[in-house]
């Protein structure tokens, strides 16, 4: 059974950091990709960074330079720090694992920035 779990949201004022982390089991976390998504309030979700199973990052450009993404693989989890948030950061946010034609998502974390 494949999960994914989410750690790390919560509430922060404008200007701090928060890390999220997502813990996997049942999957050959080192051979998925993964990336972490988000979605606000009337909004689609969307893509804010991806890391390959080489270690290959992709960020989102409305978080680059904000937002690093990471993997231990060790520890089969995958870690968002972010920093310098703002509110529009606001929302709940997603990770996913993908390999070929699979993908499997955690539940979310809300994570809300106060102006």
């Known amino acids: 059974q494949v999960q994914l779990v989410e750690s790390g949201g919560g509430l922060v004022q404008a200007g701090g950091s928060l890390r999220l982390s997502c813990a996997a089991s049942?999957?050959?976390?080192?051979?998925?990709?993964m990336a972490w998504y988000r979605q606000a309030p009337g909004k689609q979700r969307e893509l804010v960074a991806e890391?390959?199973?080489?270690?290959?990052?992709n960020v989102a450009d409305s978080v680059k330079g904000r937002f690093t993404i990471s993997r231990d693989n060790a520890r089969s989890t995958v870690y968002l720090q972010m920093n310098s948030l703002e509110p529009e950061d606001t929302a709940v946010y997603y990770c996913?694992?993908?390999?070929?034609?699979?993908?499997?998502w955690g539940q979310g974390t809300q994570v809300t920035v106060s102006s």
């Open positions: 996913l694992a993908k390999r070929r034609a699979w993908n499997y």
């Open positions: 049942g999957i050959i976390f080192s051979a998925h990709n």
């Open positions: 890391i390959t199973s080489g270690g290959s990052t």
